[in-house]
């Protein structure tokens, strides 16, 4: 099959997608980072397109398994109804604890997320980044908190980072998290 053809057959999954050509930058990540530290509930507060989160009142929580793994509960109101989705997150290199790998299913292969800073008890800003063919890449990036809103100075400071660190933001867009109790 060549690339072209196959990258037709992509337009549709990555249209969803903040994609550019070129290989994936490689911003540096939150250094001495803490996993017990980061565990526990987050509100999505803004992110880049992302197919799988389409829906309002985004959390996501972590949480260690005896095993070692970390188990990632995200969920999301989708239709006045609270969806969740379950996967698992590990550390593939313990030397870089803030670059973590994520997956929600056996079959697929885990997909980066780099925590590029927090300070663990309001805001972490988060960043994913896969390359195709080393043809183009699709990223991600979310900013996160510990409630479900971030002053406008702490969001403004997360999308200058995330900036200056070479990741576009133009499609960031905000969350809505006012579903009261779903």
């Known amino acids: 099959m060549s690339a072209v053809y196959l990258l037709l057959l ?7 997608q903040t994609f550019r050509f070129g290989a994936c930058p490689t911003p540096k990540v939150q250094s001495n980072f803490s996993l017990q530290q980061y565990l526990d509930k987050w509100y999505e507060i803004e992110k880049l397109p992302a197919s799988f989160a389409r829906g309002q009142c985004i959390e996501a929580n972590y949480y260690i398994r005896k ?3 970390i188990r990632v509960l995200n969920s999301q109101v989708v239709g006045g109804k609270r969806e969740f989705l379950e996967g698992t997150a590990v550390v593939p290199d313990r030397q870089e604890p803030a670059k973590l790998g994520v997956a929600f299913s056996y079959f697929t292969p885990y997909s ?3 925590v590029l800073e ?7 800003i988060v960043y994913s980044c896969t390359d195709i063919l080393r043809i183009f890449h699709v990223y991600y990036a979310w900013i996160l908190a510990r409630s479900p809103s971030l002053p406008p100075e702490t969001v403004h400071y997360a999308k200058q980072l995330l900036t200056d660190k070479g990741i576009d933001i133009s499609k960031m867009t905000p969350t809505y998290q006012n579903c009261g109790n779903i």
């Open 10 to 16: 992509l337009v549709p999954t990555i249209s969803a």
């Open 67 to 69: 095993d070692g793994t």
């Open 112 to 114: 980066p997320y780099w």
């Open 118 to 124: 927090t300070n663990y008890t309001n805001y972490t």
